[in-house]
């Protein structure tokens, strides 16, 4: 069974930092490119952060960038997002993604997400 799970979401202050973690099982992770992706309530879902399978390329939303950084650790099959300096407008469900192949033959895998609020 795959399986992706979001954890290390909540409250937070702004200018505050946070770290999100996705595990997942059922799939050869070390295989997979991952991603973040955040859904607020009435937006379209937007692509914040991506890593390549072995970790050696990431790309970023303009919106995060220089402020989140996300990683993997392919022996603990395990993504993470960190977030520093967050504002108000990063409050939003969290979803980790994992990705394999192109076009008609690709595979791809959600979480259930976790949510991020950011306020005072």
């Known amino acids: 069974q795959v399986q992706l799970v979001e954890s290390g979401g909540g409250l937070v202050q702004p200018g505050g930092s946070l770290r999100l973690s996705c595990a997942v099982s059922?799939?050869?992770?070390?295989?997979?490119?991952m991603s973040w992706s955040r859904q607020a309530p009435g937006k379209e879902r937007e692509l914040v952060a991506g890593?390549?399978?072995?970790?050696?390329?990431?790309n970023y939303a303009d919106s995060v960038k220089g402020r989140y950084t996300i990683t993997r650790d392919n022996a603990k099959n395990t993504v993470y997002l960190q977030m520093k300096s967050l504002k108000p407008e990063d409050t939003a469900l969290y979803y980790c993604?994992?990705?394999?192949?192109?076009?008609?033959?690709?595979?791809?895998?959600w979480g259930q997400g976790t949510q991020v609020t950011v306020s005072s």
């Open positions: 059922g799939f050869t992770f070390s295989l997979y490119a």
């Open positions: 890593i390549s399978s072995n970790g050696g390329s990431t």
């Open positions: 993604n994992a990705s394999l192949g192109v076009s008609a033959q690709k595979l791809e895998y």
